[in-house]
T-cell receptor, first 117, second 113 residues
Framework: KAGVTQTPRYLIKTRGQQVTLSCSPI?????VSWYQQTPGQGLQFLFE???????NKGNFPGRFSGRQFSNSRSEMNVSTLELGDSALYLC????????????????FGPGTRLTVL | GEDVEQSLFLSVREGDSSVINCTYT??????LYWYKQEPGAGLQLLTY?????DMKQDQRLTVLLNKKDKHLSLRIADTQTGDSAIYFC?????????????FGAGTRLAVHP
């Protein structure tokens, strides 16, 4: 099976712009979660989507949003970029919803490195 | 609250065993995970353990869980230079949704000849 893919891998934007990142989960996986990784804050949960619905949300401002399509592909959007948004954005997929308990695990993509100038 | 702590750095000699430690605070944690991250890459799942287990072995990897002390460790036997990476401990609890992983800051493992 192909793994989680994320596009683009690298992105450079300027303050005030907006950006859209894309994630394609492992075939058959219906849950997609997004994480932000920075040297200062480490890995932080952004949100999770399952069946096109946002199930959980982390503690991030409303400038961070996402959506999921019927084929389980997900996008996240950051509007009005700030310097502090520079980070590695990681997407993870799993077969089950975050409201279910099971032995399933999350598999991560290679990430999109966003640099805000 | 939810918090996961790890020591930041570990240096070992090639061929020795490495032990990476982690403590967590959420007593309702269901699964605990170890991920590996190499430079410029995403997170690679190494192994996981369910909270009702004490130990899990997978080839060179041994995970020990002390639920009373909320302590998790990852032992890598016969450590190789290819094991040099950052290792993240993560918990998956009940609060905030099962697919919300709480990560530690990561332990950078350096393997030298």
């Amino acid at each position: 099976k192909a793994g989680v893919t994320q596009t683009p891998r690298y992105l450079i934007k300027t303050r005030g712009q907006q950006v859209t990142l894309s994630c394609s989960p492992i075939s058959g996986h219906r849950s997609v979660s997004w994480y932000q990784q920075t040297p200062g804050q480490g890995l932080q949960f952004l949100f999770e989507y399952f069946s096109e619905t946002q199930r959980n949300k982390g503690n991030f401002p409303g400038r961070f949003s996402g959506r999921q399509f019927s084929n389980s592909r997900s996008e996240m959007n950051v509007s009005t970029l700030e310097l502090g948004d520079s980070a590695l954005y990681l997407c993870a997929s799993s077969a089950i919803s975050g409201t279910s308990l099971g032995a399933d695990t999350q598999y991560f993509g290679p990430g999109t490195r966003l640099t805000v100038l | 609250g939810e918090d996961v702590e790890q020591s930041l750095f570990l240096s070992v000699r090639e061929g020795d065993s490495s032990v990476i430690n982690c403590t967590y605070t959420d007593s309702s944690s269901t699964y605990l995970y170890w991920y590996k991250q190499e430079p410029g890459a995403g997170l690679q799942l190494l192994t996981y353990i369910f909270s009702n287990m004490d130990m899990k072995q997978d080839q060179r990897l041994t995970v020990l869980l002390n639920k009373k002390d909320k302590h998790l460790s990852l032992r890598i036997a016969d450590t190789q230079t290819g094991d040099s990476a950052i290792y993240f401990c993560a918990e998956r609890g009940r609060s905030g949704g099962y697919n919300k992983l709480i990560f530690g800051a990561g332990t950078r493992l350096a393997v030298h000849p």
